[in-house]
């Protein structure tokens, strides 16, 4: 069953989110008032009171919904209603010979033609953006997936009246379009964090791309089906069929987009986590295992991992090639929650909460095949050690990871030792004497 997300301290809304819902709310207004002013007999597009109504709902429902339970369900009761009558209006809409269902609701345009009946875009668009928004307190992923429905709509009935607008003459609603799109924009921005959208609301230096060529995925095949009826004018006889093929089109370039966006935006998040926790590529990095990371979340594991097991000091630069490159693809292959960083500068280091050994193990095996330059070459070292309940931070643990490491390299690449199979194998001797802990350029441990 589900239940609803909101937090107990609502936060205020958003600046960008409070103008959309405000220049809706006049928007629809003024679209109302030109309906009445304009007399039906013009058979001038116009936007139906019913649809004003509707989006002045869907408006004040952002604007005015909290996190009380009894402001939510007020709302979600709201919007369910509207997705009711806006579902009778597709109905009727859509089965010409079907019973006639929202002729059973007072003040609902029915079947009725010409402008004084509500265009079937805008129904579609007020039922699908009315039900994004109850689902979202609920079902985020719901949400989504009823937003790019929504979206989908949106944005085949604005290009189809533009492109008529544009090569028929074709008189379309401006107060129509309108709505549609500011509305559409606010649902967007409340479900900005949504993997999908995430980068198009990106800060970061793909963000503006991505922003410009969804513009231009969006656009482009009402540029292209103009410029084709331009220059040929015979495929005005397939105008039936212009209009799908072009949509086609323009999908693809969508779901293009947004796939490369995506895939940017998950190299930026790996970057951003590199330069976290790297305390010497990094640029904000306070990460300190002598302090740091024993927070009560369970037993911690430290795995110490040489990803050009002896040959470290033979080339820097390639040595620092090496070790950035071993750092991203642990950034993408390890669990959100562990932390990776540099440990003197040719040790990669990953502090892990996990229940026991053997699951640190694991994580250990599964870091050593990805960084692997080829499957069947072996050539990472890795050395890993469990903190004791009793000890205040990580740094007998991270000695004692080094131990084992210094024994795994030793043996050659492709090997991990745990610091528990060198005292049942006898091999203690090995790990006794490693080289000393260096602390930001002296030897000890921090005073």
């Known amino acids: 069953m589900f239940t609803p997300t909101a937090s107990p301290a609502q936060p205020l809304l958003p600046q960008a989110l409070r103008l ?201 095949p009402w540029l292209v089906g103009i410029a084709t009826l331009h220059a040929v004018p015979e495929t005005v006889s397939a105008r039936l069929l212009i209009a ?52 009560g979340k369970g037993p911690v594991g430290v795995i110490l991992c040489a990803p050009r097991a002896g040959v470290n000091g033979a080339d820097p630069e390639v040595d620092e090639r090496a070790m950035r490159s071993a750092l991203q693809r642990t950034v993408r292959h390890v669990r959100a929650e562990d932390n990776i960083g540099r440990w003197r500068r040719h040790m990669l280091m990953v502090v892990a909460h996990v229940p026991s050994e053997a699951d640190l193990a694991r994580i250990g095996e599964r870091l050593e095949r990805k960084l692997r330059s080829q499957p069947d070459l072996p050539v990472a070292a890795i050395g890993i050690s469990m903190s004791a309940f009793d000890e205040p931070n990580l740094e007998a643990a991270l000695q004692r990871a080094e131990s084992a490491l210094y024994v795994a390299e030793r043996r050659g690449g492709g090997t991990l030792v745990r610091v528990s199979d060198l005292a049942e194998t006898g091999q203690g001797a090995e790990a006794r004497n490693p080289p000393p802990v260096i602390w930001e350029g002296r030897r000890g441990p921090p005073k």
């Open 20 to 220: 959309l819902c405000l220049a809706l709310l006049v928007t629809a207004v003024f679209g109302a008032l030109h309906y009445i002013m304009v007399a039906p007999s013009r058979h001038v597009p116009v936007l139906h009171p019913a649809g004003a109504f509707g989006f002045v709902l869907f408006a004040l429902s952002v604007l005015l919904r909290g996190s009380k339970a009894w402001g939510l369900r007020l709302w979600t009761a709201v919007g369910g209603g509207v997705v009711l009558l806006a579902g009778l209006r597709l109905i009727d809409g859509l089965l010409p010979g079907g019973p006639y269902l929202s002729g059973a609701v007072p003040l609902w345009p029915g079947r009725s033609p010409g402008p004084a009946a509500l265009d079937l875009s805008t129904t579609y668009a007020l039922m699908t953006l009315h039900l994004c928004l109850a689902l979202q307190p609920f079902h985020r992923g719901a949400a989504m997936a009823v937003l790019v429905a929504a979206w989908t709509g949106i944005w085949w009935s604005t290009m189809t009246d533009l492109f008529e607008a544009t090569i028929w003459g074709r008189p379309v609603s401006g107060f129509s379009l309108s709505c549609m799109g500011l509305a559409g924009l606010a649902m967007t921005h409340i479900l900005r964090a949504e993997w999908l959208l995430r980068p198009l609301f990106s800060r970061e230096r793909h963000g503006p791309r991505m922003r410009i060529l969804l513009v231009l995925a969006l656009i482009e």
């Open 244 to 295: 799908p093929l072009l949509g086609l089109f323009g999908l693809a370039q969508l779901a293009l987009v947004l796939t490369v966006g995506a895939l940017l935006e998950r190299a930026a998040r790996a970057n951003a986590r590199a330069e976290l926790f790297d305390p010497v590529a990094g640029r904000a990095s306070k990460f300190r295992p002598d302090r740091d990371l024993l927070d």
